[in-house]
């Protein structure tokens, strides 16, 4: 079983975890430009996507192969991700995107990780540091202004209803990510992707049919901004690097940070799949959308330097016990000086020192294995 070395609390392990949420989201946010010349050639939506997520499915094959027996060990967390992180999110996007306009749906979709600051806040009742939670609202502001939230105000039910069921499942996600390491059973990173993957492939297939696609348009050409290329170039693309490798990222991330964190810093892949397609697709960015990466960067920033929330009980009940064995020591180290008194041994002045030295000592270890509690807390609520 493969563990992380780091510590989750240490700088080099949130460094870490900070450079794969990175990663993550910048390769999740090349999905939609790799996206748009398949869809200009003729390929449904729907389609792209069951290629994107079956094609990940078959080039993590030898992962699942290899973590097996995962299966037996978490199969309801496996199921449970293939079914939210990858099969939810991606339906009820495009399930909004057919009634609200992207912008819209993509600024509801990214309050996943609002929503999972109060889910982790308010339900598991964890504490949440300061950072966080500036930075989740920032970000979230910095969204609507990269989308231009505001040129498609427009209200449709059950399109806001969909886009907010893909933030619930984008939450999923990274509750997902985070518990597949604790418990008695804990699960590889690598295996929750890689089983997320496949379930989520048999879920899209039945959902999409893909068997009705013109798959011939993938030995063909796309127009990529003016420019003719391969249409298997964006495909591969869309494949090896806007899915296995922003799963496997984004998934292992949620060890080293803590699940706020990572869901904040996972906001810039808006701000990157709007750079992208302004870059390679010719699109527009104004004003509004640089100002709004700004603001997405600046809450990100905000959330990976905070520090992450200590667990005070441990410490608290630590520094008690010393004090009550403390306690205990000096009224054992009074009854020794009666006695010694009372035997005409060693002189009471010399009793009470040594009995004070003992307290002292007393405190202090039991105030370093009150410490030692706290910080096993921490590791354990960032799921090392």
Known sequence: MHRSTASPTHPSGRTLGLGLALVSAIAFGGSGTAAKPLIEAGLSPLHVVWLRVTGAAVALLPIAYRHRDAVLRRPGLLLGFGLLAV?????????????????????????????????????????????????????????????EVWNGLSFDALGVLFALGAAFCQVGYFLLADAGRRGDR????????????????????????????????????????????????????????????????????????????????????????????????????????????????AGAFAAQTSKPPVVEAGVGDGARDGDGAGAGVAAGGGAGSGAGGAGGSAPTGATASRATAAARGARERVAAAGRGVSDRSSRTSRGD
């Not at 999972?116 to 308010?122: D, E, H, K, Q, T």
């Open 87 to 147: 099969a939810g999110v991606q339906a009820c996007y495009f399930a909004a995107i057919s009634r609200i306009p992207v912008g819209v749906a993509l600024l509801i979709e990214y309050l996943g990780p609002p929503l999972l600051i109060g889910y982790v806040r308010f339900v598991q009742r964890k504490p949440i540091s300061r950072g966080a939670a500036i930075g989740a609202g920032v970000a979230v502001a910095g969204l609507a202004c990269v989308v």
């Open 186 to 297: 804990p699960v590889d990173p690598l295996a929750v992707s890689a089983y997320g993957l496949l379930i989520g492939a048999v879920l899209l297939t039945v959902f999409t049919r893909p068997w009705q696609a013109d798959w011939g348009l993938l030995g063909g050409s796309v127009v990529m901004n003016g420019h003719s290329l391969p249409a298997l170039i964006p495909a591969a693309w869309m494949v090896l690097i806007a899915t296995v490798l922003a799963y496997l990222t984004g998934v292992v991330s949620v060890g080293y940070l803590s699940p706020p964190v990572a869901g904040v810093v996972a906001n810039l892949e808006a701000v990157v799949a709007t750079v992208l397609a302004w870059v390679l697709l010719g699109e527009h960015l104004g004003l509004p959308q640089v100002t709004g990466g700004l603001l997405v960067l």
